[in-house]
């Protein structure tokens, strides 16, 4: 399995035009916005939260969900999965 930070700088750049930011946490902590909960990724409004064990293609998911909503969706979403992870 290609994990996400095997790539993480080629990641990075493509998402960027998009502005999506990339942020590793440490492996020993939850992954904020995780939808499906560890390993997968998580997304917060434009921050995309990987680990070292978060397979590349679930942090490809979780980017074309933000590229491919309104700017209102995005917030909502981002403040829903924000309370999720807070609980």
Not at 8 to 33: N, W
Not at 40 to 59: M, V
């Amino acid at each position: 399995m290609l994990a996400a930070t095997d790539v993480q700088e080629a990641l990075s750049a493509l998402l960027d035009r998009y502005s999506i930011r990339v942020e590793s946490v440490p492996d020993d902590t939850k992954i904020p916005g995780s939808f499906w909960g560890e390993p997968e990724a998580g997304l917060i409004g434009n921050r995309l939260y990987i680990r070292s064990d978060t397979p590349l293609h679930s942090a490809l998911h979780e980017a074309s969900h933000f590229i491919c909503m309104t700017p209102e969706r995005r917030d909502a979403l981002g403040e829903e999965r924000l309370r999720r992870f807070s609980e």
